[in-house]
Protein backbone atom coordinates (compact mmCIF):
# COMPACT_ATOMS: atom_id res chain seq x y z
CA UNK A 1 0.00 0.00 0.00
CA UNK A 2 0.63 3.84 -0.38
CA UNK A 3 2.67 5.11 2.70
CA UNK A 4 0.93 7.89 5.17
CA UNK A 5 1.63 10.77 4.35
CA UNK A 6 -0.34 12.43 7.28
CA UNK A 7 -3.32 11.33 9.74
CA UNK A 8 -6.40 12.88 9.42
CA UNK A 9 -8.03 12.93 12.91
CA UNK A 10 -11.65 11.69 13.39
CA UNK A 11 -14.77 13.69 12.08
CA UNK A 12 -16.70 12.09 15.14
CA UNK A 13 -16.78 13.78 18.41
CA UNK A 14 -15.68 11.04 21.13
CA UNK A 15 -19.29 9.67 22.89
CA UNK A 16 -19.17 9.78 26.16
CA UNK A 17 -22.01 7.60 28.38
CA UNK A 18 -22.15 9.44 32.44
CA UNK A 19 -23.99 6.99 35.11
CA UNK A 20 -25.11 8.73 37.89
CA UNK A 21 -27.29 6.27 40.70
CA UNK A 22 -29.27 9.67 41.75
CA UNK A 23 -32.55 11.25 40.17
CA UNK A 24 -31.87 13.75 37.73
CA UNK A 25 -34.26 16.90 37.48
CA UNK A 26 -34.91 20.19 38.53
CA UNK A 27 -33.67 19.65 42.00
CA UNK A 28 -30.47 17.80 42.28
CA UNK A 29 -28.44 16.64 44.94
CA UNK A 30 -24.92 16.50 45.04
CA UNK A 31 -23.67 13.21 42.75
CA UNK A 32 -26.12 14.40 40.52
CA UNK A 33 -25.18 18.09 40.40
CA UNK A 34 -21.25 16.20 39.55
CA UNK A 35 -22.62 14.06 37.04
CA UNK A 36 -24.33 17.21 35.06
CA UNK A 37 -21.52 19.57 35.47
CA UNK A 38 -19.05 17.02 34.14
CA UNK A 39 -21.42 16.13 31.57
CA UNK A 40 -22.11 19.94 30.98
CA UNK A 41 -17.87 20.46 30.64
CA UNK A 42 -17.21 17.72 28.23
CA UNK A 43 -20.52 18.26 25.81
CA UNK A 44 -18.72 21.41 24.78
CA UNK A 45 -16.14 19.36 22.43
CA UNK A 46 -17.93 15.42 22.98
CA UNK A 47 -20.93 13.41 22.14
CA UNK A 48 -22.96 13.35 25.66
CA UNK A 49 -25.17 10.84 27.38
CA UNK A 50 -26.03 11.63 30.80
CA UNK A 51 -27.96 8.39 31.97
CA UNK A 52 -29.62 8.09 35.60
CA UNK A 53 -30.60 4.46 36.74
CA UNK A 54 -33.41 6.03 39.17
CA UNK A 55 -36.08 9.43 38.54
CA UNK A 56 -35.85 11.36 35.22
CA UNK A 57 -37.18 14.75 34.96
CA UNK A 58 -37.68 16.06 31.89
CA UNK A 59 -35.49 19.20 31.38
CA UNK A 60 -34.07 21.08 29.25
CA UNK A 61 -29.83 20.07 28.54
CA UNK A 62 -27.50 20.59 25.94
CA UNK A 63 -26.83 16.55 26.03
CA UNK A 64 -28.96 13.64 25.72
CA UNK A 65 -30.32 12.27 29.09
CA UNK A 66 -31.78 8.89 29.81
CA UNK A 67 -33.08 6.25 32.37
CA UNK A 68 -31.85 3.15 32.23
CA UNK A 69 -32.89 0.75 35.08
CA UNK A 70 -30.64 -2.19 36.64
CA UNK A 71 -33.11 -4.55 35.35
CA UNK A 72 -32.49 -2.93 31.62
CA UNK A 73 -29.57 -4.57 30.87
CA UNK A 74 -30.34 -5.06 26.97
CA UNK A 75 -30.48 -0.97 27.28
CA UNK A 76 -27.37 -0.40 29.05
CA UNK A 77 -25.54 -2.63 26.55
CA UNK A 78 -26.93 -0.45 23.62
CA UNK A 79 -25.39 2.79 25.64
CA UNK A 80 -22.17 0.37 26.03
CA UNK A 81 -21.94 -0.36 22.30
CA UNK A 82 -22.05 3.23 21.78
CA UNK A 83 -19.78 5.31 23.44
CA UNK A 84 -16.25 5.53 23.40
CA UNK A 85 -15.58 6.66 26.90
CA UNK A 86 -17.85 5.50 30.08
CA UNK A 87 -17.70 7.65 33.27
CA UNK A 88 -19.91 6.13 36.16
CA UNK A 89 -20.20 6.92 40.01
CA UNK A 90 -21.34 4.75 42.48
CA UNK A 91 -22.51 1.02 42.21
CA UNK A 92 -23.18 1.40 38.40
CA UNK A 93 -20.52 -1.48 38.02
CA UNK A 94 -22.94 -4.05 40.33
CA UNK A 95 -26.16 -2.60 38.23
CA UNK A 96 -24.29 -3.30 35.10
CA UNK A 97 -22.28 -6.26 34.80
CA UNK A 98 -21.15 -5.72 31.53
CA UNK A 99 -19.33 -2.71 33.01
CA UNK A 100 -16.89 -4.92 34.65
CA UNK A 101 -15.56 -6.39 31.25
CA UNK A 102 -16.36 -3.42 28.60
CA UNK A 103 -13.12 -3.00 26.29
CA UNK A 104 -14.44 1.05 26.77
CA UNK A 105 -12.65 3.62 28.07
CA UNK A 106 -13.62 3.17 32.14
CA UNK A 107 -13.22 6.49 34.30
CA UNK A 108 -14.51 5.73 37.93
CA UNK A 109 -15.61 8.83 40.05
CA UNK A 110 -14.55 7.99 43.17
CA UNK A 111 -15.32 11.27 44.63
CA UNK A 112 -17.29 9.55 47.57
CA UNK A 113 -14.88 7.75 49.78
CA UNK A 114 -17.42 5.46 50.41
CA UNK A 115 -15.91 3.02 52.57
CA UNK A 116 -14.39 5.71 54.89
CA UNK A 117 -18.04 7.35 55.00
CA UNK A 118 -19.35 3.98 56.44
CA UNK A 119 -16.66 3.78 59.29
CA UNK A 120 -19.16 6.99 60.61
CA UNK A 121 -22.67 6.43 59.30
CA UNK A 122 -23.13 2.94 60.38
CA UNK A 123 -21.11 3.35 63.86
CA UNK A 124 -24.56 2.50 65.38
CA UNK A 125 -25.23 -0.34 63.89
CA UNK A 126 -24.61 -4.17 65.49
CA UNK A 127 -20.86 -4.80 65.11
CA UNK A 128 -21.39 -7.55 62.52
CA UNK A 129 -23.50 -5.13 60.31
CA UNK A 130 -21.13 -2.36 60.60
CA UNK A 131 -18.19 -4.38 59.33
CA UNK A 132 -19.82 -5.82 56.79
CA UNK A 133 -21.28 -2.64 55.37
CA UNK A 134 -17.35 -1.38 55.41
CA UNK A 135 -16.01 -4.42 53.41
CA UNK A 136 -18.48 -3.98 51.49
CA UNK A 137 -18.28 -0.76 50.26
CA UNK A 138 -14.63 -1.33 50.85
CA UNK A 139 -15.07 -4.20 47.99
CA UNK A 140 -16.89 -2.22 45.83
CA UNK A 141 -14.32 0.37 45.95
CA UNK A 142 -11.75 -2.08 45.20
CA UNK A 143 -13.30 -3.21 42.11
CA UNK A 144 -13.55 0.01 40.51
CA UNK A 145 -9.88 0.68 41.29
CA UNK A 146 -9.29 -3.17 39.53
CA UNK A 147 -11.09 -2.05 36.55
CA UNK A 148 -11.21 1.56 35.75
CA UNK A 149 -8.83 2.81 33.64
CA UNK A 150 -8.75 6.28 35.04
CA UNK A 151 -10.02 7.97 38.41
CA UNK A 152 -11.64 11.31 39.51
CA UNK A 153 -11.23 12.48 43.05
CA UNK A 154 -12.96 15.71 44.54
CA UNK A 155 -9.85 16.99 46.19
CA UNK A 156 -6.21 17.15 46.32
CA UNK A 157 -6.65 15.89 49.94
CA UNK A 158 -8.48 13.16 48.50
CA UNK A 159 -5.55 11.79 46.02
CA UNK A 160 -3.05 10.61 48.79
CA UNK A 161 -6.28 8.36 49.91
CA UNK A 162 -7.02 6.83 46.80
CA UNK A 163 -2.83 6.23 45.90
CA UNK A 164 -2.84 4.08 48.98
CA UNK A 165 -6.01 2.41 48.24
CA UNK A 166 -4.76 1.64 44.43
CA UNK A 167 -1.46 0.46 46.22
Not at 69 to 92: T, Y
Not at 145 to 156: M, T
Request: include cysteine.
Amino acid sequence: GEPLTSIEPSARKTRVLILTGDPIGRKIAGPAIRAWNIALALSAENDVALVTTTVLEKIPAPFNLRRVRPKEQAAFAALEEWADVILFQGHAMSSFPLLQRTRKIVIADIYDPMHLEQLEQGRELARGTWELTVQTATRVLNQQLAIGDFFLCASERQRPCYLGQLA
